[in-house]
C-alpha cells in the first residue's frame, strides 16, 4: 500500500510498564506493530520530547499534581508526571521496536510553553509539525494509527489526520490506553465521530 503510512505513536519507555507515565500492557503492542510495519508504503514514528521544566508537568505548577487539569492560554491541559526528557532513557523508544524500518521520526512537545499530543498540530490545534506536508508530498493519502496512548497523543493524530482529509483508521489491538475519567470511550467516540475507522 504505497499510498499508505503506519503511524507509530510514542512507543516509548516513559508509557511502557516501570516508565514515568506508564500506560497498562503499552509494550504489549511491540511485536504486533512491528510484524504491521510490512503492510504499508511508509513507516512514521512519533516521539514525546519535553526539555525539562516542561509546561505540562505537575511538577512545575506549585500545588498541583500529576493527573490534575489546569487552563493554559491555549486551552486545558492535563499535569502529567515529568516524562519523556529529551536524551533520557524513558524518552526512547521501546528497545523492541523495529525503528530501523521507519522512514521518519517526527519529534512533539519540544517547546516548553505548549503541549503537543498530535502528530500533525501541537495542542493549539494550529502550529503544524510538518507531518501533513511530508506525508501529502510522498503522495500519501491514508493513515494508520497504532501506539501509545489511545485515549490522547493517538486520539489528537487520528482526529486531526480526519480533519486534515486523509482516509484514517485506528487498530485498537495495537494501541494502548491511559483511561483518565473515562477518557478511553470519550476517545473512541470521538474518533468515530470524527469519521476515523475504529477497529
Ligand atoms: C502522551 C500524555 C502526555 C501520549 C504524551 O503519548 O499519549 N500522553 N504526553
Ligand atoms: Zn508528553
Redesign the pocket.
Known amino acids: 500500500m504505497t499510498d499508505t503510512a503506519l503511524l507509530v ?2 512507543v516509548q519507555n516513559d ?1 511502557c510498564p516501570g516508565g514515568a ?1 506508564a500506560v497498562g500492557g503499552g509494550d504489549e503492542i511491540v511485536p504486533g506493530i512491528n510484524a504491521a510495519m510490512a503492510e504499508f508504503g511508509a513507516v512514521v514514528l512519533t516521539q ?1 520530547w519535553h526539555p525539562a521544566g516542561h509546561s ?1 508537568f505537575a511538577s512545575e505548577h506549585d500545588g498541583k499534581a500529576p493527573m490534575e487539569m489546569i487552563r493554559m492560554p491555549y486551552g486545558p491541559q ?1 499535569l ?1 508526571p515529568d ?2 526528557v529529551q536524551g533520557t532513557e524513558g524518552a526512547a523508544f521501546h528497545a523492541g521496536l523495529a525503528t530501523d524500518r521507519a522512514d521518519l521520526v517526527i519529534r512533539k ?1 519540544f517547546r516548553r510553553e505548549i ?1 503537543s ?1 498530535s502528530a500533525f498540530f501541537e495542542n493549539d490545534h494550529k502550529t503544524p509539525t510538518g507531518l501533513e506536508g511530508y506525508l501529502r508530498t510522498r503522495g500519501i493519502s491514508r493513515v494508520v494509527c497504532v501506539g ?2 489511545t485515549d ?3 486520539n489528537f493524530s487520528a482526529v486531526d489526520a480526519a480533519r486534515l482529509g486523509f482516509e484514517v483508521e485506528v487498530r485498537t489491538a495495537l494501541c494502548r490506553g ?1 483511561d483518565l475519567g473515562g477518557s478511553l470511550p470519550a476517545a473512541l467516540q470521538g474518533m468515530k465521530d470524527a469519521g476515523v475507522r475504529v477497529v
Open positions: 505513536i510514542d508509557f507515565l514525546d505540562s492535563v502529567w516524562h519523556c512537545g503541549d499530543y501509545l496512548a490522547f497523543c493517538v491511559i
